[in-house]
């Protein structure tokens, strides 16, 4: 004699008034939804991409007429102010990410496997400093940077952005060697490796892709960062947003050549976007 | 052990700490340019600030109202948008690479973009919306159409962060509490304030912690979009410790008004903490 097998019955909720009179309407608000939620993110963006690509009297009304052109690029790169702060973005992004990586590593490490007094002190120092607006220490910034002589130059813009990273990048390392199991750590203790060697052969490489997802956001971040770069800097040392707000709010007319130059200052967020996402959502996960 | 902080301490001592006090000493001097000795004038500028209508009357309020509602509203459209990415479609890789663009491109050029498409007489959004029959907005001229479209762009930037972190949350659920509520025949809207939001709780909490203290110094979009205009009416803190500053040459003035921002910032930080930590014990 076999018995049957006895599974329990789910219990569905039964089909509410708007699927039962409209089938498939929810799978078509749905859609709707996405195209619209792709509208929104992406129109500005295009809406940009096509002004740059516009001869200048081809701007207004943008979306009629068929003339396109590449002048307003060359145009632009033309100008030697705007390469300048290109670079010069390029290196400040680059120095600033290696060397806040650098610094904060050992702060990182630190708050997440010390305990005792220090620690909860820089804990509370970096907590507190992060919550102070960047406005508050840029301004006087401005002076101490003056009287130092390095206004304008490449260590007056690099040494504050570090000091703001030191706050927050710390928190994010803290939270990368936080994730890992300190067990393998102590494995390597007893094998004979010192302190030093454990962190360095043991927690660094676990915390690495954390790491690494850090740095493309801080090299992003560097690059696209403003209110440093419009109060730091001035005609020596141009940054590649602040000459684009200069554009923007100084002239303000000349669109399409604004939009092409917004466009080669947006091209890492392209490329990042698009070839780097997997390290984006990660780094902005922690 | 304290080798390993030494250097960021280092660097946050001398280019943050030490330029806080530097920036206090500047506060109480007399700036302008006929003045070459810097004489000490105590509390002036101070009480000039919290004399300044504009400073009470527009600054304040605009800082804390584009706080909330940015944090507000961006919170609810990222969690609109993680819950949607939460379930399988066709083409959800691609929303999910596209929502990251607000999170990559500068802030200066979101500004730069929006303030285009919304160009009075160009922009492409003024057209569509004369077309589709809506009245004449002065998107850039009036007051709350200007400082609406601040926060559109702040939500716009921020909303996608909210998605992400939200997603992630989401994703690492358990799914015993999900299972038990389909036994028990929970509908879908019971289910979701029952169960996911309890559950993503924490994680909310956290980011709106971030995000409030991050959206109190907002600059870079209020700057391109409006420079606090029209006629002072749009500035934030941030924007007015800097017109003070740079732009009226009351290096000063402007000086105490990052001042008392830092200061409001930490009590109101602090609060904040303290908020969360309660929070999270309740839910605990």
């Not at chain 1, 939270?175 to 360095?200: Q, V, Y």
Request: glycine share 6%; net charge positive.
């Amino acid at each position: 004699m076999t018995v049957e097998p006895f599974t329990l019955p789910i219990a569905r909720p039964g089909p509410t008034m708007f699927e039962r009179f409209a089938p498939g309407a929810w799978r078509v608000f749905i859609g709707l939804v996405i195209v619209a939620v792709l509208m929104i993110f992406i129109a500005p963006v295009a809406i940009l991409i096509v002004t740059s690509i516009r001869p200048a009297s081809g701007i207004y009304y943008i979306w009629r007429g068929t003339e396109f052109t590449l002048q307003n690029y060359v145009e632009v790169l033309q100008q030697p102010q705007i390469l300048h702060a290109m670079f010069n973005s390029f290196v400040m992004a680059t120095l600033a990410t290696v060397v806040s990586l650098g610094v904060t590593v050992g702060s990182g490490y630190m708050l997440s496997r010390f305990t005792g007094r220090i620690q909860k002190t820089w804990f509370a120092t970096i907590y507190v400093f992060r919550t102070v607006p960047y406005i508050s220490f840029v301004l006087p910034l401005y002076l101490v940077t003056t009287n130092l002589r390095i206004y304008d130059t490449y260590l007056g813009l690099l040494l504050p952005h570090i000091a703001v990273h030191v706050c927050f990048f710390s928190w994010l390392m803290k939270g990368f060697f936080d994730s890992i199991n300190p067990s393998m750590e102590h494995a390597a203790l007893i094998d004979g490796c010192t302190r030093w060697g454990a962190f360095r052969r043991v927690a660094l490489p676990s915390a690495m892709p954390g790491i690494a997802a850090l740095s493309i956001l801080s090299w992003l971040w560097t690059w696209n960062e403003f209110l440093f770069a419009l109060i730091l800097t001035g005609q020596r040392t141009p940054m590649i947003t602040s000459t684009m707000a200069q554009f923007v709010t100084e002239t303000g007319t000349e669109w399409n050549l604004m939009s092409a130059t917004a466009v080669l200052a947006m091209l890492p967020a392209l490329l990042v976007t698009i070839f780097g996402q997997k390290y984006v959502i990660r780094g902005l996960r922690m | 052990m304290l080798l390993l902080v030494a250097p960021a301490a280092l660097v946050l001592v001398c280019f943050q700490i030490i330029p806080i006090f530097i920036g206090m000493n500047a506060s109480f001097r007399d700036w302008s340019l006929v003045n070459p000795a810097k004489t000490w004038i105590g509390l002036k500028h101070y009480r000039d600030v919290l004399s300044d209508p504009v400073f009470l009357y527009t600054v304040l309020p605009n800082t804390f109202m584009l706080m909330v509602s940015s944090v507000v509203l961006s919170l609810a459209s990222g969690l609109g948008l993680a819950l949607l990415l939460n379930k399988p479609f066709f083409g959800r890789p691609v929303v999910r690479t596209v929502i990251l663009l607000p999170l990559t491109v500068a802030p200066v050029i979101t500004a730069t973009m929006i303030r285009w498409s919304f160009n009075d007489q160009f922009g492409v959004i003024t057209n569509l919306l004369s077309v589709l029959g809506f009245p004449e907005i002065g998107w850039l001229s009036d007051k709350w159409p200007s400082f609406s479209l601040i926060i559109l762009t702040d939500v716009w930037i921020w909303a996608p962060w909210f998605t992400i972190i939200i997603l992630a949350a989401l994703q690492g659920l358990p799914r015993e509490p999900f299972e038990a509520a389909q036994i028990d025949a929970s509908g879908k809207w019971r289910t979701f304030t029952h169960i996911t939001l309890p559950m993503l709780k924490p994680v909310i909490i956290v980011c709106v912690l971030i995000r409030s203290i991050d959206a109190f110094r907002t600059f870079d979009q209020v700057w391109i979009l409006t420079g606090g205009g029209p006629a002072r009416e749009t500035e934030v803190f941030s924007v007015y410790a800097y017109v003070e500053a740079f732009v009226h040459l009351d290096y000063g003035k402007g000086a105490a008004a990052a001042g008392l921002g830092a200061l409001i910032m930490l009590v109101v930080g602090i609060g904040l903490y303290k908020l969360v930590n309660r929070l999270m014990e309740v839910s605990r």
